[in-house]
């Protein structure tokens, strides 16, 4: 009998078609369709990319307290992030040393052990087992831990590697980010919404719409509100001289303001030279220039930290490969991208105001997730749009804009390099 | 890590695979199951069969004026069909040359430009590239076109081909079918309605199913009404002689008169021995004759084109390798078949009436379309079982009729004489 | 055109990549993560374990009359499983040798013949094709035949085999099994509901989730009211010395009451050492002793066959690859396991009540079935927990409890040596 057989798609060496691929990249110019198709290369990016890189999966208002826990998954990896009994941050696989039930099943929860729910093996906070019944005298509990993942906090951020060889500038990236960070105090923070998309392409796609404004002027009503599109990159012109001169001089200004008082707001960038690649940056917010919301104004009462005054603009965050983040006086916006398949991508939007801010009192949540919502929603249809594009044998690598799509440039050089790091030398 | 890795299906090389399947073909027997389940196998028939011959489309009356527009999907190939300001027929791949993004989102509409919805990108409805913000001083918008696709007019029927080297014989093709299409006039007609279902089956046994009428007597009572099956092929006995005798001299009888009005009739077949295949012929229908309804007659008053009268029969029009057609003096029924994935189908059904026939006072709806929306279901039922059987590994190629199966066997022949052109010559 | 072509997952030869996962398996421990997960192990348990091994399908009082029919799919195979006119048990693929159509649709029915929906090609209830019109004066009837499945009744419990050589040792089977079933009268019962679950995991996570009762405990409630722990392994400890000695002894009273009063009930394993793998044994149910239902009594006032009394405890069977039985002396729960594909299984449970039994005055359907509708959910929660983590990279191999899973090893045995037996030998 035969009857499952089935002729193969395609005969050839995988990994000389993605050396192929990876050698071929033309800069300048938007990837070769294969990087946003092929299951090949999807399972690539989560060995490579999100199985050894520092990726952003939380932050630490999500577990507050000795026990609590959440769970994300990254790609197929269930992972466990949670606080021990020493107020210790710790992750480990969510997988039962067992017979590899998941442990944690639930999105978060606080416990005092973690118990498998199938033959109650009982771990400690610390991946410890305590406790695992019928398994004979001769059996080593001490050979049964949890295995470790690796977590580090910025400010509160929480990033995970699961290569237990973690890229060792992670200490150099916080040395530089985290004098930005620190004022805004997110660990004095609570997560007021958190919202899930699933969009329909591949990850790439999502971060490399991320890393442009070329396309908010006629799709983000709300945002540009208080977002300059100035900001991100505008090609020069007798019509628009006179304000992009404007809009320099103002920045300029504002920033000098701002590092005067304390708050570092000059861009850094070190997107892509250097393995945990991030760009920071303080930008002037139109209107009051207080927030990211519908009218310009703090969207919440109570200030960030022992920010004093509300008109701070908007300090930006980008990490390679799946992070990005808005820091106001008054609130936080933060993104995590879960790559779900070749052409599946969650993506999470967490809003962090003061943790003592009341609902109702102090800030409402339709009002403070307003923008964002509406914002995530138009680009998830620009970047599913993409995807069935690049889907067609007619798609090839279009240029990129020199003006408004360097970073987006970045994020490939990075993509590409990290690849070719592994790949090709 | 080894997280996504996963032992592979079958190591053979595909080539030598599919060539050994068309090759091992038994003439007057049915397919072998890969050509109905294999992945390897639909990609070869989207690439040789799909992306290099006449597919038919559309119907002029879904563009009637300069600037309307409508997308179809061939296979993952997303193509807008327009009508451009001088009134020519123009196909593009329905993809931008920025970024990849799908032009045009929606089903159809009307445009003076075409705009991608990312980045602006404003493409004339010739093609041209025609503005694009912030692409700096050297860019050159002349090689940033849209790609053309290849397309063509059957007296109102269109056609398209995705390959730039598109089969040489249309134009053969068009002289002698369009005398038959002619007097219907469908140029002058508007849809009436248009209905998509989706087959859980290969686009092969959709094609199959349509290509005989053996099962109609059991299953479509609504067809059968008017249809006669003796038209289609029948074994005789003594005790159908009588009958086939007086279908075969009425048929013969009323070609004759149908041809003295300037209605050619006849039979044409180029089913198997041509590049771009087709069939046309008219045949009586029962009853009145008039028209494939639920009572035989005409289902709109207003006749198409300059017909005098209603009782023409039904001129029924098969092209190779996803369309058939059928004219009557009151509506054209077109079905076009695009193929979704290796068991998966799409189905879409026109009706046309004359233009100026009013709805509810010239034609119902729903008696319009009643017949071909029963045989429909009922064949959508028929060749999802055909599916699930094919999938057993107890099937194996059975004898088709020589009385009854005969264009079932052209269709085959067609469709492994193009793959053998291209791989086994 | 290039649109569909894909880069391949992996490179290497299938055949050595299985050859090393089977010789690979580490005896004690659970089994690598690629045997729940591979597409290609997975053909491969379609192939050599469904495709050559005795499967429990069906029971006799799912078609009691003759021309009753039931139709079931192991993997991609559809079969129909008949009572012929001389009340023969039969089995053919369930497609029809025309054009390979389904032939019975339906899940069960009553038929005189069977006739194909598609052609109307009529088969007797032996297989024989007794009709086909139009297919001409050479056409050979008796070349046309249904193929037949390999077919057993076990005392009214139906397995099939689609290989036509079928292991042979079904009949030693028989003669150690039937003894033991005979008392509960298979066949003079009737079905009194049948519920089918999918479960998000392999087809081997839910026959080891059924082949222990460690985890029942904490996760089954309601089974735990009847059914001892104690009967499925524990480790010995002082603090349950007595108790376990205590069961030991209860155990072998009742064995030997029932053994006196002709109801075979000591244990024999044969799980791991032959072909057709089973074990059989009659253990006490707690409280009355008389049935797994929510309070322990009987939940048919109709005894089945000619049992006078109604606490003979529970008699269970299970079989390799796919089955397991509880007889009661008022009701029999027979479960079958069939893939659906490497993380999707059907598992299909029928309770069946002596036929003369009536609802609503000799039972409920909701308590007859309120244990096991609770326990398979549980179960099922409990197996795609096991699914999601074996997915991790963490995972590896667990060691099974020597005191608990005895008998989960014992199907890895099983399994293993019989791709074994077929790979490495």
């Known amino acids: 009998m035969n009857a499952f057989k089935q002729i193969p798609v395609v005969p050839a060496r995988a990994d000389d078609a993605i050396r192929a691929l990876i050698a071929n990249r033309r800069p300048g110019y938007s990837l070769d369709a294969d990087f946003y198709l092929s299951p090949a290369v999807f399972d690539l990016d989560m060995e490579e990319i999100f199985g050894r890189h520092w990726i952003f999966v939380a932050v630490e208002?999500?577990?507050?307290?000795?026990?609590?826990?959440?769970?994300?998954?990254v790609g197929r990896q269930p992972v466990v992030i949670l606080r021990d009994d020493d107020d210790q941050l710790r992750a480990f696989h969510n997988v039962c040393r067992h017979r590899g039930s998941r442990l944690c099943s639930q999105a978060q929860g606080s416990v005092g052990n973690l118990v498998?729910?199938?033959?109650?093996?009982?771990?400690?906070?610390?991946?410890?087992?305590?406790?695992?019944?019928?398994?004979?005298?001769?059996?080593?509990?001490?050979?049964?831990?949890?295995?470790?993942?690796?977590?580090?906090?910025?400010?509160?951020?929480?990033?995970?590697?699961?290569?237990?060889?973690?890229?060792?500038?992670?200490?150099?990236?916080?040395?530089?980010?985290?004098?930005?960070?620190?004022?805004?105090?997110?660990?004095?923070c609570k997560v007021a919404a958190q919202v899930d998309i699933v969009e329909d392409c591949n990850w790439k796609l999502t971060m490399e719409n991320n890393r442009e404004c070329y396309h908010c002027a006629a799709n983000h009503p709300e945002l540009t509100v208080s977002v300059f599109e100035f900001g991100f990159g505008y090609q020069p012109s007798p019509a628009n001289a006179r304000q992009l001169e404007h809009f320099a001089q103002i920045s300029a200004q504002r920033c000098l303001e701002w590092e005067a008082a304390g708050l570092p707001s000059e861009e850094r960038d070190a997107l892509d030279d250097r393995v945990t690649g991030y760009r920071v940056r303080r930008l002037p917010l139109d209107l009051s220039g207080e927030s990211q919301t519908l009218d310009g104004n703090a969207a919440s009462r109570k200030l960030l930290g022992d920010l004093a005054r509300p008109d701070l603009g908007g300090l930006s965050l980008w990490t390679q490969p799946n992070g990005w983040f808005h820091f106001m006086s008054d609130h936080i916006?933060?993104?995590?991208?879960?790559?779900?398949?070749?052409?599946?991508?969650?993506?999470?939007?967490?809003?962090?105001?003061?943790?003592?801010?009341?609902?109702h009192r102090d800030y409402d949540i339709d009002h403070l997730t307003a923008v964002w919502r509406a914002t995530n929603a138009q680009d998830r249809t620009l970047v599913e749009l993409s995807?069935?594009?690049?889907?067609s044998a007619a798609y090839q690598p279009g240029p990129y804009s020199p003006h408004t799509e360097a970073l987006v440039e970045k994020f490939c050089n990075w993509y590409i390099g990290r690849l070719s790091a592994r790949y090709l030398d």
């Open 61 to 73: 208002p999500d577990i507050p307290e000795p026990g609590d826990y959440i769970t994300v998954d």
């Open 116 to 188: 498998c729910p199938y033959h109650q093996w009982t771990y400690r906070l610390n991946g410890n087992l305590a406790y695992a019944e019928h398994m004979g005298e001769d059996f080593d509990k001490s050979q049964h831990s949890l295995k470790p993942v690796r977590i580090e906090s910025l400010s509160g951020l929480i990033f995970i590697c699961l290569d237990p060889d973690a890229p060792e500038d992670f200490q150099a990236f916080r040395e530089q980010v985290e004098p930005y960070l620190r004022p805004h105090r997110i660990r004095d």
């Open 333 to 359: 916006v933060a993104f995590s991208v879960l790559p779900l398949g070749p052409e599946k991508t969650l993506v999470r939007t967490r809003w962090l105001v003061h943790k003592d801010a009341e609902e």
């Open 387 to 391: 995807q069935q594009g690049v889907r």
